[in-house]
């Protein structure tokens, strides 16, 4: 059985918790432990960058510590944290002087990083540590006729770390073709959706929003699979909003991609939080899910 | 600005293990404004931002919404033939403007943004409702409805904590905080 250190972050624990329900599910499905860390703090976003550089080090690094102590691979789902843990652990291994000023806030909660932790996002679990052919054998109700758009987003993929797809990734496509679903040709799957500008810049950010639901519309697809909590719930709970600023008419479903992995797992909906949306499913992939046993 | 440093160096001295002068390299390909998906609604475009940053036009930068407009996508970064991490620099002049206290009148971001860490710094994770009263007000009405109804019906959906969620070791927690920044400065 493959064991993980699971940072669920803030938003996970109520916003997102349908994201954290079918996370736990659908891993478990496949043989997959998340063990959750003990203890872990906010990794802040993208907020204490904002503030102080050193401060947003070491409330990542905080994590990073604790999580070293288990000796497993950590895994966030949602792309913020991600992205803060895989930078803050890349900058602490190349730069001496960061590592002993964060290790010497750090002894003030027993805690030291010696820098040997590898993060991975949740999706990557799937693509990379599970194989396609792992995932069909899970399958009872493969989701045939379901046009699933594939929304990257940032985090998940930007900054480039290594020498990755930064334009054109087809990882999420072939967890989506594993699951029996049609992923549709996305042109602005690697769009941001503006959600850190919700509050700040509300304008622009629902501008970003109504570009992603009308490219999802334009591309016939049926759902928008997301896998960050911050693009799931701008690109959801704002469609109203999106409607008045824009006169649109918008009601479009963006569900977690495993959301749908657990519906195609024939797990029932209810583990996997469907049924909090702000807007509904469609009863065709409900019953897509449900017409093979 | 002779005898002073540029105030593009000073601003790439705020760059992440940047060395040199980066900025300096922009050939103003405009690569970045293309990407951009905020571009029309800064006062300045990130190339343009970056032209005046290198003329040492540092009022004008930081009287510009432009920063606080970047939602930090890297999509500019990872298409920059330079290799200017660009959305690094937001963030430099994010930190800077908030240090210096100058920034344009009625943005909400640097409000936001303290509200936040000091949301965290107390408690150790996110709250949202505590942070709602430091940044409704500055919203205009409409937008203070949407974010009404929002947090509303998200509470209806048991998707809000009702109650704040702390993490264990509050206080060796604090004290770490304590060796990277006083806390008179957040509490
Ligand atoms: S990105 Fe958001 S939710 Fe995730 S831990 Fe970090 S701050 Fe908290
Ligand atoms: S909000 Fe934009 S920046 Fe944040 S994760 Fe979603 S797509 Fe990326
Ligand atoms: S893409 Fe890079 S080189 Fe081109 S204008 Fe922008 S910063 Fe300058
Ligand atoms: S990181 Fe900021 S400046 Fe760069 S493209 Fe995204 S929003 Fe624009």
Same mark, same amino acid.
């Given at each position: 059985?493959?064991?993980?250190?699971?940072?669920?972050?803030?938003?996970?624990?109520?916003?997102?918790?349908?994201?954290?329900?079918?996370?736990?599910?659908?891993?478990?499905?496949?043989?997959?432990?998340?063990?959750?860390?003990?203890?872990?703090?906010?990794?802040?976003?993208?907020?204490?960058?904002? *503030?102080?550089?050193?401060?947003?080090?070491?409330?990542?690094?905080?994590?990073?510590?604790?999580?070293?102590?288990?000796?497993?691979?950590?895994?966030?789902?949602?792309?913020?944290?991600?992205?803060?843990?895989?930078? $803050?652990?890349?900058?602490?291994?190349?730069?001496?002087?960061?590592?002993?000023?964060?290790?010497?806030?750090?002894?003030?909660?027993?805690?030291?990083?010696?820098?040997?932790?590898? *993060?991975?996002?949740?999706?990557?679990?799937?693509?990379?540590?599970?194989?396609?052919?792992?995932?069909?054998?899970?399958? $009872?109700?493969?989701?045939?006729?379901?046009?699933?758009?594939?929304?990257?987003?940032?985090?998940?993929?930007?900054?480039?770390?290594?020498?990755?797809?930064?334009?054109?990734?087809?990882?999420?496509?072939?967890?989506?073709?594993?699951?029996?679903?049609?992923?549709?040709?996305?042109?602005?799957?690697?769009?941001?959706?503006?959600?850190?500008? *919700?509050?700040?810049?509300?304008?622009?950010?629902?501008?970003?929003?109504?570009?992603?639901?009308?490219?999802?519309?334009?591309?016939?697809?049926?759902?928008?699979? $997301?896998?960050?909590?911050?693009?799931?719930?701008?690109?959801?709970?704002?469609?109203?909003?999106?409607?008045?600023?824009?006169? $649109?008419?918008?009601?479009?479903?963006?569900?977690?991609?495993?959301?749908?992995?657990?519906?195609?797992?024939?797990?029932?909906?209810?583990?996997?939080? *469907?049924?909090?949306?702000?807007?509904?499913?469609?009863?065709?992939?409900?019953?897509?899910?449900?017409?093979?046993? | 600005?002779?005898?002073?440093?540029?105030?593009?160096?000073?601003?790439?001295?705020?760059?992440?293990?940047?060395?040199?002068?980066?900025?300096?390299?922009?050939?103003?390909?405009?690569?970045?404004?293309?990407?951009?998906?905020?571009?029309? #609604?800064?006062?300045?475009?990130?190339?343009?931002?970056?032209?005046?940053?290198?003329?040492?036009?540092?009022?004008?930068?930081?009287?510009?919404?432009?920063?606080?407009?970047?939602?930090?996508?890297?999509?500019?970064?990872?298409?920059?033939?330079?290799?200017?991490?660009?959305?690094?620099?937001? #963030?430099?002049?994010?930190? #800077?403007?908030?240090?210096?206290?100058?920034?344009?009148?009625?943005?909400?971001?640097?409000?936001?943004?303290?509200?936040?860490?000091?949301?965290?710094?107390?408690?150790?994770?996110?709250?949202?409702?505590?942070?709602?009263?430091?940044?409704?007000?500055?919203?205009?009405?409409?937008?203070?409805?949407?974010?009404?109804?929002?947090?509303?019906?998200?509470?209806?959906?048991?998707?809000?904590?009702?109650?704040?969620?702390?993490?264990?070791?509050?206080?060796?927690?604090?004290?770490?905080?304590?060796?990277?920044?006083?806390?008179?400065?957040?509490?």
């Amino acid at each position: 059985m493959k064991e993980y250190a699971y940072f669920p972050g803030c938003s996970l624990e109520k916003m997102a918790v349908s994201y954290h329900l079918s996370a736990l599910e659908t891993t478990k499905k496949l043989g997959i432990k998340l063990k959750e860390l003990e203890d872990w703090n906010c990794c802040g976003a993208t907020t204490y960058f904002y *503030i102080d550089e050193l401060l947003a080090y070491t409330l990542c690094a905080r994590n990073l510590a604790i999580a070293e102590k288990t000796g497993l691979d950590v895994v966030a789902p949602c792309s913020a944290c991600y992205k803060n843990m895989y930078f $803050t652990a890349a900058h602490l291994k190349k730069d001496a002087d960061l590592a002993e000023h964060v290790n010497f806030a750090l002894e003030e909660d027993n805690l030291q990083y010696n820098g040997n932790v590898n *993060i991975k996002h949740l999706i990557e679990v799937f693509a990379q540590d599970v194989s396609a052919e792992e995932i069909k054998s899970k399958v $009872t109700r493969p989701l045939e006729g379901i046009r699933v758009a594939p929304y990257y987003g940032c985090q998940i993929v930007r900054p480039q770390k290594e020498k990755e797809d930064v334009e054109q990734p087809q990882f999420f496509e072939g967890i989506l073709s594993a699951i029996g679903a049609t992923p549709v040709n996305y042109p602005l799957k690697m769009r941001c959706c503006g959600g850190s500008l *919700i509050i700040s810049s509300r304008t622009a950010a629902l501008a970003m929003v109504r570009n992603l639901l009308q490219s999802a519309v334009d591309s016939q697809a049926t759902v928008i699979a $997301t896998a960050c909590p911050m693009c799931q719930v701008n690109l959801e709970c704002y469609q109203q909003q999106v409607n008045q600023e824009f006169g $649109t008419n918008f009601s479009f479903p963006v569900l977690y991609f495993t959301q749908l992995i657990g519906l195609a797992f024939g797990i029932p909906p209810k583990k996997l939080g *469907i049924g909090k949306e702000f807007v509904s499913i469609a009863p065709s992939l409900l019953r897509a899910g449900q017409s093979k046993d | 600005m002779t005898d002073t440093i540029s105030f593009s160096q000073e601003v790439s001295n705020l760059l992440y293990a940047a060395e040199g002068e980066p900025l300096r390299t922009c050939i103003q390909c405009g690569t970045c404004s293309g990407t951009c998906p905020v571009a029309g #609604y800064m006062d300045y475009t990130p190339r343009q931002i970056i032209a005046l940053i290198n003329a040492g036009n540092k009022e004008q930068v930081l009287e510009s919404n432009t920063f606080w407009y970047c939602a930090s996508c890297y999509h500019c970064t990872v298409r920059c033939p330079q290799k200017i991490n660009i959305t690094e620099l937001m #963030y430099a002049l994010k930190r #800077y403007s908030i240090w210096k206290g100058q920034h344009k009148e009625g943005l909400i971001g640097p409000t936001f943004s303290e509200a936040f860490v000091k949301m965290i710094v107390r408690g150790g994770r996110s709250f949202e409702p505590v942070l709602a009263p430091s940044y409704i007000f500055s919203l205009n009405l409409r937008e203070m409805l949407q974010e009404v109804t929002n947090a509303t019906e998200l509470l209806l959906k048991g998707r809000l904590p009702v109650l704040p969620a702390r993490i264990k070791r509050i206080d060796s927690f604090k004290r770490m905080i304590g060796r990277i920044i006083p806390m008179g400065g957040l509490e």
